[in-house]
């Protein structure tokens, strides 16, 4: 039905998500969806007996602002026993609806309009809308292909007397690429004697590969009091629908954080904090995620040997980019969008993470998949792309 109100966008350039626009368009195309970060396998079923129970108990009313104190004393312990901090569980540990609302909540506490905000390209997709929803301006630095290491030279020159914020984010989507304990150095080095705040995005914080600690914003005492860090239970336990996460960090921080979160969300669903508590009870199953994701990395990449892609480092997260300079001559957006419709196989460019559009010839898959799934989507490669040598 047409409208009667002319509407002035206010964000005339802002389009659509790209994992909505390519899991949209695997589905209509019947392909392999190895686009948007989500597992197609099930958590365990004590998480829903938990979920039920409590249902059951009559525990269905709003929760606390700030979460249920069963889940924040879990995410209390859980933080302390990972990287030695003991955050305080009433001023100091936020639930969210999801990372998303938690980076947005952020955000929009902190940044003012004309404040600046340096984040880290390719950036996740969800970054720069939100600075520019409250009137920031996102600055721009570079993790360096193919290695996408940050440029902590470049990032000193991109600091200015309207710099609010840095955004990092680690293990990086869409990359995989680490932060290290000496990034982290630098980093604080950076910021010592300034006012910046520091958001860090840590979804992936259980998913670090080849026996290599993460290296969390919360272990490091300096950069820690003037950070919030953000984490996921829907990437940690495979429900990514639930749309539950959390923010830690100083009290001075987290009650401005709140002063948002209190109008725009207000409070998350009450039930499922109470059934990830529960869950979280057992740390092996935080703790075992790491082996669990590396397999699958490891299987994934031992079936794309057959193809000729050629893959790039996957240090973290549950996606693995490629690089197709070889088989292709088309940009990655229209690679993807041919290789979802005529191939059977949905990935995401890489292009779509960068302001300018900057294209590697680089896709990323996601192997959050059974096996069967990422056998299916291989073979289907394989046929299309015949290896030489």
Request: proline share 6%; glycine share 6%; hydrophobic share 45%.
């Amino acid at each position: 039905m047409d409208t009667a109100v002319r509407i002035a966008s206010r964000f005339p350039e802002m389009g659509t998500t790209i994992f909505t626009v390519m899991s949209r368009l695997a589905a209509e195309c019947g392909a392999v969806n190895l686009s948007q970060g989500f597992p197609d396998f099930q958590a365990e079923p004590a998480l829903f007996d938990a979920m039920h129970r409590h249902m059951l108990a009559g525990r269905n009313q709003y929760a606390p602002m700030a979460g249920l104190p069963e889940l924040r004393q879990a995410i209390v312990d859980k933080v302390a026993d990972l990287y030695g901090p003991r955050f305080d569980v009433e001023s100091e540990v936020t639930v969210t609806a999801g990372a998303t609302q938690a980076i947005f909540t952020a955000i929009a506490a902190f940044v003012r309009p004309g404040d600046e905000v340096i984040v880290f390209e390719p950036v996740y997709d969800s970054y720069v809308p939100a600075i520019e929803t409250v009137g920031g301006r996102a600055v721009f630095a570079q993790l360096r292909f193919p290695d996408y290491a940050p440029d902590w030279a470049q990032v000193a020159s991109l600091i200015s007397p309207r710099t609010r914020m840095i955004i990092v984010n680690s293990p990086h989507n869409p990359t995989g690429s680490l932060l290290s304990a000496i990034d982290l150095e630098k980093l604080a080095k950076l910021v010592r004697g300034t006012d910046i705040v520091i958001l860090s995005d840590e979804v992936y914080e259980h998913t670090v590969f080849d026996g290599v600690p993460h290296a969390s914003l919360c272990g490091h005492a300096e950069l820690a009091a003037r950070s919030l860090v953000v984490s996921s239970f829907g990437k940690t336990y495979h429900i990514t629908g639930w749309k539950i996460g959390y923010v830690v960090g100083p009290a001075a921080l987290m009650a401005e954080f709140r002063k948002v979160h209190q109008f725009n969300v207000f409070t998350v669903h009450a039930p499922s904090q109470l059934a990830i508590a529960d869950y979280m009870q057992s740390p092996e199953r935080h703790q075992s995620l790491a082996g669990f994701y590396q397999e699958k990395r490891d299987f994934f990449r031992s079936l794309m040997a057959a193809t000729p892609f050629e893959l790039l480092p996957c240090r973290g997260t549950y996606f693995q980019l490629a690089r197709y300079a070889g088989l292709s001559d088309l940009p990655d957006t229209a690679f993807a969008e041919w290789l979802t419709r005529d191939v059977g196989v949905a990935v995401i460019p890489v292009s779509v993470f960068y302001a300018n559009g900057q294209d590697d010839r680089v896709v990323r898959f996601c192997f959050a998949k059974r096996e069967e799934t990422l056998r299916a989507a291989t073979e289907r490669l394989s046929k299309a792309f015949v290896k030489s040598g």
